[in-house]
């Protein structure tokens, strides 16, 4: 187990669990790495010590992650589905989803992008979406 000290953009401090140093690699880059404050993934690791524990909690701690990690992996999996079986209509989607509900192009699987509003939109119209687990986002905005 490696704990880092991690800062977020607007400077929220907190601790990251990590298996080792490449796991919070690859969380950090996917964008899976999010402040528990304000949700950014533009997380970065504070330059300071990380360090090993081999503590009481570490089972506990280990049970949690990987936990953390199922839950990830099924997103992920989720996500695979639906870009291998779904067309992406990008931000498109709550446009096409209003065609294909009335007719106006073929039914297919589709994904895309929404806002909040998109959806209320198109469930009072009757059409139903299914929110997907977030992916990865660009990280500069
Ligand atoms: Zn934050």
């Given at each position: ?5 991690l800062v ?42 990380s360090?090993?524990?081999f503590?009481k ?38 446009e ?37 687990p ?8």
């Amino acid at each position: 187990m490696i704990v880092f000290d991690l800062v977020c953009e607007f400077d929220h401090e907190f601790e990251g669990w990590f298996k080792n140093a490449s796991d919070f690699e690859s969380q950090q880059t996917t964008g899976l790495l999010t402040c528990p404050m304000c949700g950014t993934d533009n997380v970065i690791k504070v330059p300071s010590v990380s360090h090993i524990n081999f503590g009481k909690k570490e089972k506990q701690l280990a049970e949690l992650i990987e936990i953390q990690q199922n839950a990830e992996t099924l997103s992920n999996k989720i996500t695979e589905y639906v870009t291998n079986n779904f067309e992406d209509v990008g931000e498109e989607f709550a446009e096409v989803s209003k065609k294909m509900h009335y007719g106006e192009e073929d039914e297919r699987n589709i994904f895309g992008s929404a806002t909040l509003e998109d959806a209320l939109e198109l469930h009072e119209e009757g059409i139903d979406v299914i929110p997907l687990p977030s992916t990865k986002k660009d990280k500069l905005n």
